[in-house]
DNA sequence: ATCATATACGACTATCTTAGTCCGAATTAA
DNA sequence: TTAATTCGGACTAAGATAGTCGTATATGAT
């Protein structure tokens, strides 16, 4: 249905409240408690972003999160990708090549979606974190 | 994930193979046939469709579907929200106001979501079934 | 009239994805 | 040593999507 998932909208919450937030460092529970986040569902995400290169981490007490990257460099596409596994609008389309699809031997709107594909891409490319602030 | 349904995916075949048919009344089956859709399945979407005043059917022997708006009129929006009944990117958004969301008390991310649902829809506006043809 | 071929429509089931939980580590400051 | 934290995998629950089934209704052809 063309839905952004929630882990997406939770690391954007995340993101922003990292962002903004006046201490350098920022922990999981913190996030999880201000916006009544499953805690360990919010810790995958966040690890998946610090894999990501978009967070750093620091273990031990006294750890948590901060950015690695700028908030203008953090794409949606990145999150996306990074969190949903994939961006890709029909099943038969992996990034790839335009042929790729076998899934209906006689589809025949491949190449309009394809190109509605690449043109989304785009438009989720030029979002980034710091539209969020 | 932001993908189409199938759904969507089947509607868009079946106009497409609607509008470039020689024929004046094509069937249900004769689309699911030739795309291995299942049958009931298309027929539903079709009778969606109906509704919508996109097809126009006839019913009985020798009956099928037609056309009741010219493709350039078809948008992609109007299937998504017909087919999939929705068309938000998140859960807390209606198409409605902005302040509509009670999911997160402290949601920060209102604005700019709403700005990106806005922003696709009207993408999605621009497409029509001509850009599958 | 009857029959075969269509659409119409609602209820049901199966399957897949997403969301969320649980458990046990490893790390580190106090 | 302990408490607070990240890390990682396996598991379960919930929900959405895809697909099925049964029956009714319309209608042209025989």
Not at 32 to 58: D, G, N, V
Not at 68 to 93: A, H, M, Q, R
């Amino acid at each position: 249905m063309l839905r952004l998932s929630k882990k997406v909208e939770y690391a954007l919450m995340a993101l922003r409240y990292i962002v903004t937030s006046k201490d350098d460092i920022v922990t999981a529970k913190e996030i999880s408690t201000k916006f009544s986040i499953p805690h360990e569902l919010l810790a995958k995400i966040l690890q998946k972003l610090k894999k990501e290169r978009i967070l750093e981490s620091i273990k031990g007490v006294n750890g948590g999160y901060r950015l690695e990257k700028s908030p203008e460099k953090i794409k949606l596409t990145d999150l996306i990708k990074t969190l949903d596994g994939d961006f890709s609008i029909t099943e038969c389309i992996h990034g790839q090549s335009e042929d790729d699809c076998n899934m209906f031997k006689d589809c025949t709107i491949k190449t309009p979606v394809n190109k509605i594909q690449k043109e989304l891409e785009s438009f989720f490319e030029t979002k980034t974190i710091s539209d969020f602030v």
